[in-house]
């Protein structure tokens, strides 16, 4: 066991104890996040060795145990020993802090980027690691732990148990990297297979001809075990994925080359649709805050679509140039980036910072779309994109003023709110909530239920505009919507202003039913669509009134759902009453207040987008024109009732 090993190691052992102290200062958090976080390592080196070509099948598989195993069939992990340190690389790799899985940097054009931490930090993290590799015609083994000493208690982390060792002859090439997550160090060292799965699915499109298999042993279902991601056609597929939905009107271009050091890919295809994605990645990190690389893009995508109208003469000499969102409308788009040194910045590393990368993007971008616009062959999509924009831009120009004037309105006017809304007594955004509340009935409830000192109630009267199908302008035009946006007081879209959001939380009460799932999938769409930091920040909430009230005598309770009604009943015995609520117009204000407003007690899920590109994917599904796909959607997830609806679902999913 680990006691018996050379004391030399010590030492080196230091930099693991050092990364136990401090987890946070290695993988950002010892949440959920900082848990994958050890997954993203170990996949990244893979994906490394694919990418220099050795590897072309990468499998993570989620264990009974709680352990996670990473395998490739690369060239293996070196084993040979190191001249200084007189132990093998794969010792080195696993016990050296910075050593990092990057045995060798000079192999490896761009690595990890984010991750980069290095293998030993995971090995650090875990109760036990184990490697295996496969090369020149023999297994060689080695197992790291993490021990207690039982006087002091104090652990030492990541102990070879043993110098690496041959255990046998193969044929086989590969690493197999298996580790179980230390529950001293996380909150909860549970796997998410959601998580892992959707983040494999990713990186398969973004290594394209790299096999990606998924397999989680911890359910029974055998259908729903394994899955696996294989995409020859990389970044297309995913516009394809992405575009699965809509109604596309031109082939999707793709762009792809190395220019001073980085690798650039592309891939654009336009809908009828009047919104625009895109999804950006560094060294295949999503960066969902965008940064210098999206920058680039949009500036070249911008130039060239106006140099092109011009000698197309859709733009005259006195024309003003078309603006950016312009070009953008409809526009689904993947943009993959490798860069040296990425700098990730912003509250959640989600913005590339690199200043260099701008200018690189924006030119070869330039020059790439200059050709493919003038070629001969792309005339026809080309002219639809630029119609599409000058629509575009008639509606912006219409929009602005018709906005300019509602602003001037409200200065004039003192800002006469939306009759319908109640405000708050209280002065404070920081502490106000308010409630948008399907139907009047229950919306007077909720006036009267409220403690006025920080709630606010806003009724919604019938269903507000689906802005999935809508144009800006059409947006604008519905009233809830505009009452809306008036009471949040952050304007909307490039106008957004988080600073001026007068309620701290956004609380969304309709019912548990069909209607009461379609008024929250309109009023989601319309945040992500045009306030999306207000999701983002984590503003929006989903009220949940009870199901249930099981009474007997003086006591009764509120049931949330069936399991907690299950739970009420057990051995309650004779003589209860069982209320059902079929919507929040049947609660008194007092009962509405008790179960669903007061913040002591009260149930509120907090909306989240946890993968982008899902998101994406869902919001097209319920709400697009495409009416197949949101019946499946609709079949497959029918129980309106769990709070599992409000996660991302993807198309597989609802094929299965
Ligand atoms: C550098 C050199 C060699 C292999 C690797 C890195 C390597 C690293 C990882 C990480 C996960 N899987 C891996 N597979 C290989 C050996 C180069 C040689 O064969 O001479």
């Known amino acids: 066991m680990a006691q018996n090993y050379t004391a030399k190691d010590i030492t080196v052992l230091d930099g693991l104890d050092a990364v136990r102290m401090r987890p946070g200062m290695y993988i950002g958090t010892t949440g959920p996040r900082g848990l994958h976080h050890l997954v993203w390592e170990i996949v990244d080196n893979a994906i490394d060795e694919a990418s220099n070509g050795y590897a072309d099948e990468i499998s993570v598989t989620l264990k009974k145990d709680g352990s996670c195993e990473v395998?490739?069939?690369?060239?293996?992990l070196p084993v040979d020993i190191h001249p200084k340190l007189g132990v093998s690389a794969v010792e080195v790799i696993y016990t050296q802090l910075h050593a990092g899985g990057k045995f060798d940097n000079k192999n490896y054009a761009y690595s990890g980027g984010l991750h980069g931490v290095g293998a030993s930090v995971v090995n650090a993290l875990s109760e036990w690691c184990t490697v295996d590799v496969y090369r020149d015609f023999t297994h060689y083994q080695m197992r790291f732990e993490s021990v207690e000493d039982p006087k002091t208690h104090k652990i030492t982390s990541g102990r070879p148990c043993a110098p690496l060792e041959k255990v046998g002859n193969t044929r086989k090439r590969g690493t197999v990297i298996c580790f179980k997550p230390d529950w001293r160090v996380f909150e909860d060292t549970e796997f998410s297979a959601d998580t892992v799965r959707h983040r494999l699915r990713e990186l398969a499109y973004l290594n394209k001809g790299v096999r990606f298999i998924f397999t989680d042993e911890r359910i029974k279902d055998e259908n729903l075990r394994r899955r696996e991601y294989l995409y020859d056609g990389g970044l297309i597929d995913f516009v394809g994925y992405l575009n699965k939905d809509k109604t596309v009107i031109t082939e999707p271009m793709l762009f792809e080359g190395d220019t001073s050091g980085m690798r650039v890919r592309v891939c654009i295809q336009y809908t009828d649709s009047y919104t625009e994605s895109l999804f950006s990645f560094v060294n295949n990190i999503p960066t969902p805050e965008g940064g210098t690389h999206e920058t680039g893009f949009k500036a070249a995508l911008t130039k060239a679509f106006n140099d092109y109208a011009r000698k197309s003469g859709v733009l005259k000499e006195k024309d003003n140039n078309l603006a950016g969102d312009d070009f953008r409308e409809g526009m689904t788009a993947v943009l993959a980036v490798n860069v040296k040194n990425p700098q990730f910045e912003g509250q959640t590393k989600?913005?590339?910072?690199?200043?260099?990368?701008?200018p690189i993007v924006e030119n070869w971008m330039g020059e790439r779309l200059a050709v493919y616009l003038e070629d001969l062959k792309n005339q026809s999509g080309a002219k639809l994109i630029l119609d599409k924009a000058v629509k575009a831009a008639k509606v912006r120009e219409a929009t602005r003023k018709a906005r300019d004037v509602a602003r001037q309105k409200n200065e004039l006017e003192a800002a006469p709110l939306v009759g319908k809304l109640s405000s708050c007594t209280g002065r404070d955004a920081k502490l106000n909530e308010l409630f948008i509340v399907e139907g009047d009935s229950a919306g007077g409830s909720a006036k009267q239920g409220r403690d006025r000192r920080f709630q606010a109630i806003l009724p919604l009267r019938g269903k507000p505009l689906n802005s999935e199908k809508k144009r800006l302008d059409q947006v604008l035009a519905n009233e809830e919507i505009r009452s809306m946006i008036t009471a949040l007081g952050t304007g909307i879209g490039e106008d957004f202003d988080i600073s001026r959001l007068k309620y701290d939380k956004v609380i969304i009460l309709s019912d548990a039913d069909q209607d009461g799932a379609h008024i929250r999938a309109i009023l989601l769409t319309f945040f992500y669509r045009y306030m999306k930091p207000l999701i983002t920040e984590g503003h929006v909430y989903m009220g949940m009134p009870p199901l249930y009230k099981v009474q007997k005598g003086e006591k009764s309770v509120y049931c949330y759902d069936d399991r907690e009604l299950n739970e009420a009943l057990k051995g309650i015995g004779k003589g209860y009453t069982l209320q059902r609520y079929k919507g929040l117009g049947e609660m008194n204000p007092e009962q509405l207040w008790e179960t669903t407003m007061n913040p002591e007690g009260r149930k509120l899920t907090q909306?989240?987008?946890?993968?982008?590109?899902?998101?994406?994917?869902?919001?097209?599904?319920?709400?697009?024109?495409?009416?197949?796909?949101?019946?499946?959607?609709?079949?497959m997830y029918a129980d309106f009732n769990k709070k599992d609806n409000f996660?991302?679902?993807?198309?597989?999913?609802v094929k299965a």
């Open 350 to 358: 989600g913005r590339l910072g690199n200043t260099e990368v701008r």
């Open 607 to 635: 909306v989240s987008i946890e993968d982008d590109t899902e998101a994406e994917r869902m919001v097209t599904i319920l709400m697009g024109d495409k009416v197949e796909p949101r019946k499946d959607y609709i079949f």
């Open 647 to 653: 996660k991302p679902v993807t198309a597989e999913e």
């Open 71 to 76: 395998t490739d069939n690369g060239r293996g």
